[in-house]
């Protein structure tokens, strides 16, 4: 496989699909967060850098068909800025306009092309009546489909090596992230550094984690993180649970959790997932005390029971302080600590504490030699929201698809280049 360090990118045009999906003022359209722009920085750096030229291209939000609101325009200046050069930009990614521009662009540009979402061949998902019948279903997506490689092929033929630096999308089988990389012989696609740095952080975790090996996995439900809390019973020492799923294993125990999140459904998995965890030798680990509260509400009255004496009518929104003395131990005596999802609702600064805690402890763990990784939408905002994450040894930029590379699966994105 090819490195990207290794490449020289002189008089070669490339295109890079980078993940600009970053949020935007909904009255200025001004870019609010620019974290995923940064991130594509070296790569582009690299190209341009080696005299060769640069053809980005991104999704942008959930657009149906053309929509101007979700236009990767306000991205140009923030860009520029960075760079510190100007950006061309196509207004279209397949229409004539961004045809003779790939055809014009010179060693050392950047070019960057309209939302790949405009056209859903992108996706290839067809959007179609509830009506519609599994035949007329089957027919759609094969024409999409069809459309799909035809965009891909498109794309292809603007650059002479394709770059993969978009992790966020990276478990998503799109024209853009996957599709396009069969029109590449192996040795003119790679990964970005992005996506380099992203999997030798998770290969790090799941292949070679220094011991004890801690993971911490909190947020609302079990179902959503079942998988990999099942991949991870092979690897870790110890599980760490918070945040609303561990009401669920609660119940399953037999507890009294009031009102608090609980997914009935789950009950025997969870104690499926108890059992599991015991004859593996791994240390399971739930919460001993929460912070109850009389409603799902910042205001809310609260008060501190163990976590499976839950009044009725209350509900656990926040793990307790002999919780996160328990879990900071643990934590602190890790060398490998993986963490994903929050120990309460941090959104609100009554029942941030938990999560807070756990944020400084996994700095603390990184001080002390452990390699601590941090994954998913709402830990990565706890650590932001802390100044932690240059105290903590990697951050992820991709919530879902770091979830599924940690469940094991197959990534289309990776897989299309990795092979
Ligand atoms: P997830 O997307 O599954 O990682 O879940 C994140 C969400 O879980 C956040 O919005 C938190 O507010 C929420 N959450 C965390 N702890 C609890 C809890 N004890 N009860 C209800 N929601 C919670």
């Known amino acids: ?234 690897r870790v020492d110890n599980l760490i649970i918070g945040g609303g799923m561990t009401y669920t294993f609660i119940r399953a125990m037999g507890g009294r959790i009031g009102n608090s999140l609980c997914e009935e459904d789950k009950l025997d998995l969870a104690k499926a997932i108890i059992e599991k965890a015991g004859t593996k030798g791994v240390n399971f680990l739930l919460p001993v005390d929460g912070v109850n509260a009389d409603s799902f509400d910042a205001g809310a009255d609260t008060y501190v029971s163990a976590i499976d004496d839950v009044r009725d009518g209350w509900m656990g929104l926040d793990i307790g302080e002999k919780t996160i003395s328990l879990f900071e131990d643990v934590i602190m005596k890790s060398k490998t600590v993986l963490w994903n999802g929050p120990m309460g609702v941090f959104e609100m600064d009554k029942f941030a504490a938990g999560t807070t805690a756990i944020a400084r402890a996994v700095a603390r763990a990184t001080e002390q030699g452990a390699f601590t990784l941090i994954g998913g939408g709402d830990s990565v905002a706890a650590i932001n929201k802390n100044d932690l994450a240059d105290k903590v040894s990697y951050v992820s930029t991709g919530g879902g698809a770091m979830l599924e590379y940690m469940e094991g699966k197959t990534l289309p994105g990776i897989a299309a280049i990795r092979g």
């Open 1 to 234: 496989m090819r490195k990207i360090q290794d490449f020289n990118f002189k008089d070669i045009k490339a295109i890079v699909r980078v993940d600009f999906n970053v949020p935007l003022d909904k009255e200025t359209l001004e870019v609010t967060d620019d974290t995923r722009i940064r991130g594509a920085l070296p790569t582009i750096r690299k190209i341009t850098g080696d005299g060769g030229s640069c053809i980005l291209m991104s999704h942008l939000g959930r657009p149906k068909g053309r929509m101007e609101k979700f236009s990767l325009k306000p991205v140009l200046p923030v860009l520029e800025k960075h760079l510190g050069m100007k950006v061309l930009f196509a207004d279209d990614c397949l229409g004539d306009s961004a045809v003779k521009m790939t055809a014009g662009l010179k060693p050392g540009e950047v070019l960057l092309l309209e939302n790949v979402r405009f056209y859903p061949e992108e996706e290839g998902k067809p959007v179609l009546p509830e009506t519609a019948g599994e035949e007329e279903k089957k027919a759609a997506k094969a024409e999409l489909k069809a459309k799909q490689k035809e965009m891909a092929g498109k794309l292809a033929s603007y650059a002479g090596v394709y770059v993969n630096d978009a992790f966020g999308t990276a478990h998503r089988a799109h024209a853009s992230t996957a599709v396009i990389a069969g029109f590449f012989p192996d040795d003119r696609k790679m990964f970005g550094f992005l996506i380099d740095s992203e999997l030798a952080a998770m290969d790090r975790v799941l292949k070679d984690a220094g011991r004890p090996f801690t993971a911490v996995m909190g947020g609302a439900k079990v179902s959503d993180k079942i998988l990999i809390i099942e991949n991870l019973l092979d």
